[in-house]
């Protein structure tokens, strides 16, 4: 017993660990980046990582994942139809970064860079020939091979983009940092994953590899909407300076959201993968596991922002970087939506339900669209926050809505609506607190938990007796 325990503590730890890992060194670079270009560099700088980021996510065809679904000579063949596909996703991002870099560039409301948008091209041709073979090793929960490509490429990028920055002095510094990053992932995956890279021209191969990935597409739209779409906006409306404060403020609170997503998945999607085949029972269990990994989750997240986001931002960047009450309390909302949702997420992929999931996130773009007219209402980057609260929180009822019967969470929603609606009450408390008092935030968060816990069992609880009382009657 004390085995196997420690067997899974050492997977777990690999697999929230390296994503984490990779997070903490892209914030260290964030920090240093900030604190050694001037504003407008710095924004320039996030905006050129915006660019990057939606346009990994719009095209994400999911064959990181989809790899790990097959084993033995299918999964060689699933191996060699991913990477093909990889590659072409490549070719073609790279194409359209060039073809656009000088509208881009004017979007942000700086043309004279455009040469810089370009160069960004060269990214997703550098990603295009990683080897997944070290994403196909987690199916087995073997996640050291890809922590350790994945370290490797975030110190070789850190340390890039900070040499560049004392070099350079200029938002290029970001473009080595992810040139750097990228080239070290690519060669350090051919040498830890121990097979060849090789492509298919299969059509049985590259068929089901198609039909897996494209409504994932539709889902990394509505993903680079829900992450990035609302830097755009900052940046159109504001500049690149607003966009510098904004851009730290989400990389702060909302960029850790991926590699706790990423984490969290990597020991969830296996989990409920592998119950599956032994029936709805056991499929249902894991998936109400997940479900309360990521309840919990979402609730210390949010918690944390709400007691620490406005501290931190002026002490970490420095006091051109504060933000105001209204915005701490919308952007400790959106976490706390953001990391609930993944537990819907999780259950709709591994359940192949991939279409559902892309139409839950891409309704987030309504939220993108409340957030150009409330810009246009009232200027500020609160107002682009609110639209974006308003997005998250339809795309998580969808989700819900969508995972309900497969999660066999029906009959919980009790239960879960205690547990959001007390905790975003308890978040935004916690983030209106006068920064003067912060001391006195852990034990006001401290009193709400120990009132929000027998809340959500006492509402568990009515619920049970529910419908043990309609059973009763019923028969």
């Not at 983009?161 to 473009?175: F, K, N, P, Q, T």
């Not at 210390?300 to 620490?308: H, Q, R, S």
């Not at 926050?385 to 997005?391: E, K, Q």
Request: hydrophobic share 60%; proline share 5%; with cysteine.
């Amino acid at each position: 017993m004390r085995h196997g325990l420690r067997r899974w503590a050492g997977r777990g730890g690999l697999a929230v660990g390296a994503p984490l890992f990779d997070y903490a060194m892209r914030f260290l670079r964030t920090i240093v980046l900030a604190k050694l270009l001037a504003p407008a560099e710095f924004g320039l700088a996030m905006a050129l990582a915006t660019v990057v980021f939606m346009s990994e996510s719009a095209t994400d065809l999911g064959a990181d994942r989809y790899v790990v679904l097959h084993r033995g000579e299918p999964g060689r063949r699933a191996l060699a139809a991913a990477h093909t596909l990889q590659l072409c996703r490549g070719l073609l991002i790279a194409a359209g970064l060039l073809l656009l870099a000088q509208p881009i560039a004017a979007l942000f409301q700086v043309p004279q860079s455009a040469s810089s948008f370009a160069l960004v091209a060269l990214l997703p041709l550098l990603r295009g020939v990683a080897h997944l073979g070290v994403s196909q090793a987690q199916q087995d929960y073997r996640f050291g091979p890809y922590a350790a490509v994945s370290a490797t490429a975030q110190v070789v990028g850190f340390a890039g983009g900070v040499a560049a920055a004392v070099w350079l002095g200029d938002h290029r510094a970001i473009l080595v940092a992810f040139l750097a990053e990228a080239a070290a992932f690519t060669a350090a995956s051919w040498r830890v994953a121990g097979t060849r890279f090789q492509l298919s021209s299969h059509a049985a191969d590259l068929g089901p590899a198609l039909r897996f990935g494209l409504p994932l597409m539709l889902n990394g739209v509505g993903l680079a909407l829900i992450g990035q779409a609302d830097r755009v906006v900052v940046g159109w409306a504001f500049g690149p300076e607003t966009l510098a404060v904004y851009g730290l403020a989400l990389t702060l609170a909302v960029v850790p959201i991926s590699p706790v997503f990423k984490g969290l998945g990597a020991l969830s999607m296996p989990l409920m993968a592998n119950a599956a085949p032994r029936g709805a029972a056991a499929w249902a269990s894991a998936a109400r596991v997940t479900y309360r990994v990521f309840a919990v989750a979402g609730l210390a997240y949010a918690l944390g922002i709400a007691l620490a986001l406005d501290v931190a931002l002026p002490a970490l960047f420095g006091p051109a970087y504060g933000i105001s009450d209204l915005f701490h309390v919308l952007l400790a909302a959106v976490v706390l939506l953001r990391v609930l949702r993944g537990a819907p997420t999780v259950a709709l992929m591994a359940a192949g339900r991939t279409v559902l999931l892309s139409v839950a996130n891409l309704s987030a773009a309504l939220g993108v669209a409340a957030a150009i007219g409330f810009v246009l209402l009232w200027p500020g980057p609160e107002a682009v926050t609110a639209g974006i609260l308003l997005g998250d929180a339809l795309s998580l009822s969808l989700a819900w809505l969508f995972a309900g019967r497969r999660m066999a969470l029906h009959g919980r929603g009790l239960g879960i609506g205690v547990t959001v609606a007390s905790g975003a009450a308890l978040v935004a408390a916690l983030a209106l607190w006068p920064e003067a008092n912060a001391w006195q935030r852990p034990l006001v968060a401290l009193v709400g938990v120990l009132v929000l816990i027998p809340a959500c069992l006492a509402a568990r609880q009515a619920w049970i007796r529910r419908r043990a009382e309609g059973a009763a009657a019923a028969s």
